[in-house]
T-cell receptor, first 109, second 114 residues
Framework: KQEVTQIPAALSVPEGENLVLNCSFT??????LQWFRQDPGKGLTSLLL?????REQTSGRLNASLDKSSGRSTLYIAASQPGDSATYLC????????FGTGTSLTVIP | NAGVTQTPKFRVLKTGQSMTLLCAQD?????MYWYRQDPGMGLRLIHY???????AKGEVPDGYNVSRLKKQNFLLGLESAAPSQTSVYFC?????????????FGPGTRLLVL
């Protein structure tokens, strides 16, 4: 069974700092990996999707990388802002999506 | 275009009561999913559907039933609620399967079983 782990569980940084969130998974036979954002009391919003054949995807200040062979992905957030405060979840897809437990990010003004 | 909507937003049940959670999507998606989210556990798939009239079990199906009578709706039923079913339930939909497509999520239903 696929296991997805996200470390750290919580992270607090001052505004303007660059930061990296980590995701690891146990089974490298995946179709793709996604990063989602979840605001308190809300559903999930997809941020970036990386197909298994790709190494990275970028959207604005966000960059996600994928190393399928080592079972790792990172989400890089540049010049963090208070509005980035949320929980970030990664999910890998085999026959279904398997989610990590998320990293709760707080950006301090 | 409302996306994915869920009804109700919050519900309190007593042990043994039954209820149905409704998910609706207006994006003409074929695939629909029900997840539950518990602290420290991440999202876990309960049931899913790959098209109208089809349903399949996910990772944690016990105690739940589902129906997909119309393409736009996916219902999750609890026949006899238990405190272990206290959770936040999310519905999601996608045009294709998990191998190629992202999923679009509803806002969630918070369920408390006493």
């Amino acid at each position: 069974k696929q296991e997805v782990t996200q470390i750290p569980a919580a992270l607090s940084v001052p505004e303007g700092e660059n930061l990296v969130l980590n995701c690891s998974f146990t089974d490298s036979a995946i179709y793709n990996l996604q990063w989602f954002r979840q605001d308190p009391g809300k559903g999930l919003t997809s941020l970036l999707l990386i197909q298994s054949s790709q190494r990275e995807q970028t959207s604005g200040r966000l960059n996600a990388s994928l190393d399928k062979s080592s079972g790792r992905s990172t989400l890089y957030i540049a010049a963090s802002q208070p509005g980035d405060s949320a929980t970030y979840l990664c999910a890998v897809s085999g026959n279904q999506f398997y989610f990590g437990t998320g990293t709760s990010l707080t950006v301090i003004p | 275009n409302a996306g994915v909507t869920q009804t109700p937003k919050f519900r309190v049940l007593k042990t043994g009561q039954s209820m149905t959670l409704l998910c609706a999507q207006d994006m003409n998606h074929e695939y629909m999913y029900w997840y539950r989210q518990d602290p420290g556990m991440g999202l876990r798939l309960i049931h899913y559907s790959v098209g109208e009239g089809t349903t399949a079990k996910g990772e944690v199906p016990d105690g739940y039933n589902v129906s997909r009578l119309k393409k736009q709706n996916f219902l999750l039923g609890l026949e006899s609620a238990a405190p272990s079913q206290t959770s936040v339930y999310f519905c999601a939909s996608s045009y294709g399967g998990a191998e190629i497509e992202t999923q679009y999520f509803g806002p969630g239903t918070r369920l408390l079983v006493l």
